[in-house]
């Protein structure tokens, strides 16, 4: 029998949801999304399952991963139930609930503790960042009070433990997900079609240009390069690049000395683009531009910030190299590059930067299903 958790409703306002007790379920919502099927019923299905403390049930629901959050539930909701804020939310609430810490819970549920730890992660890193150039003074000066083998392996323990925390996160969701395996399906779905999908959505947006049917009457007149489906597409190929511009500085040891190295290459690319993404969002959410963007929390904010200024620094740095300018200033700028890299990589599994494994993942499972068809 499903657990019911009575406090639920009360609890996922502190990960930024409205009052959905409102909704008198008409299903106005579920009817005007265009992303919604007869394999995909939200956010109806969802708000019902809130109203019922019904958590097992959300944390199982792939379809929470399915919304781009485009606002146009919310606009037709004829109670003011914000049906597109509770989705959102829901998918903080998701992240906090994989996540098995704890510590994603009071990140998402408190600002301040929010901004307390990523002051003291940077501080950590900052130590840590020492440890790469042992000889300066500063370094010599740190290390008599801090020995460098406890800065060093204290830093090593936190990476590990937060990759550590991606991946049992990773795993509760796909276990969440496969737990009751519909048993009516009944035409099997290849794992390789279903593949094959996936990377169709993740090189197009199909899914996502559907959803900015919302504000048409805002974006139509607009050229495809500023919507929103074409902003998150540079974010996420920006981030991507620069994982893989990372990893191949990493296993090849390119010196920092040329910008025509494969690496670089990728790594100015990419920086471009996340550069174009992250500033565009910002722009936004600061303007509000749409319904969409008007609520923004925190951890939409550093996430976008934090893209923004590894973007920002990477970029500078390449062109550094490209004028081989080697001063202080530069120096600064490539501290600030790794501090802010590294930040997101401790913060990845505590934060919105999980949705970019999550939401792939249901995606998978979503097409996997044999009953994804029109609503
Ligand atoms: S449109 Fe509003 S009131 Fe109707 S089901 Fe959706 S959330 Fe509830
Ligand atoms: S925010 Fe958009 S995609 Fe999400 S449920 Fe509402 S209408 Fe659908």
Same mark, same amino acid.
């Given at each position: ?145 801090? *020995?460098?083998?406890? !800065? ?5 323990? +936190?990476?590990? #433990?937060? =990759? %550590?925390? &991606?991946?049992? $996160? ?84 390119? *010196?920092?000395?040329? !910008? ?5 290459? +990728?790594?100015? #690319?990419? =920086? %471009?683009? &996340?550069?174009? $993404? ?98």
């Amino acid at each position: 029998m499903a657990k019911i958790y009575p406090g639920f409703a009360e609890e996922i306002k502190k990960y930024g949801a409205k009052d959905f007790s409102a909704c008198y379920n008409c299903g106005n919502c579920t009817a005007v999304c265009g992303l919604t099927d007869k394999n995909a019923n939200f956010p109806r299905m969802l708000i019902r399952y809130g109203m019922l403390g019904q958590q097992e049930e959300i944390l199982k629901s792939k379809e929470l991963w399915l919304c781009y959050a485009c606002g146009e539930c919310s606009l037709n909701c004829p109670r003011q139930a914000a049906p597109g804020d509770y989705m959102s939310a829901l998918r903080r609430y998701a992240i906090a609930g994989y996540e098995p810490t704890g510590l994603t819970k009071l990140i998402f549920k408190s600002n301040p503790f929010s901004i307390f730890i990523t002051v003291i992660l940077a501080v950590v890193l900052s130590f840590f960042l020492l440890t790469i150039k042992p000889d300066a003074e500063v370094s010599r000066w740190i290390f008599n009070i801090f *020995p460098y083998n406890v !800065i060093h392996t204290m830093g090593l323990v +936190i990476f590990s #433990l937060t =990759g %550590l925390s &991606m991946v049992i $996160g990773v795993f509760n969701l796909v276990r969440k997900f496969t737990k009751d395996k519909v048993k009516a399906d009944k035409k099997k779905v290849s794992v390789w079609s279903s593949i094959k999908n996936l990377m169709n959505e993740l090189a197009t947006m199909k899914r996502y240009k559907t959803c900015d049917s919302e504000e048409e009457s805002h974006w139509k007149t607009k050229s495809e390069i500023v919507k929103p489906w074409f902003v998150h597409w540079m974010i996420m190929w920006g981030f991507i690049g620069l994982l893989v511009a990372t990893t191949l500085d990493f296993i090849l040891k390119d *010196p920092a000395t040329s !910008i025509w190295l494969p690496s670089r290459i +990728i790594g100015t #690319l990419a =920086g %471009l683009m &996340m550069m174009y $993404g992250s500033s565009f969002a910002i722009y936004y959410r600061i303007i509000k531009v749409t319904r969409s963007y008007k609520t923004t929390n925190l951890a939409d904010w550093m996430l976008l910030i934090f893209l923004w200024i590894a973007g920002l620094t990477g970029f500078w740095l390449e062109v550094s190299v490209g004028f081989a300018s080697d001063n202080f200033f530069n120096q600064i700028v490539f501290m600030l590059h790794i501090l802010v890299s590294m930040e997101m990589v401790l913060l990845f599994a505590f934060s919105k930067f999980a949705h970019a494994f999550y939401r792939p993942l249901a995606l998978y499972f979503y097409f996997n299903s044999a009953e994804v068809g029109k609503k």
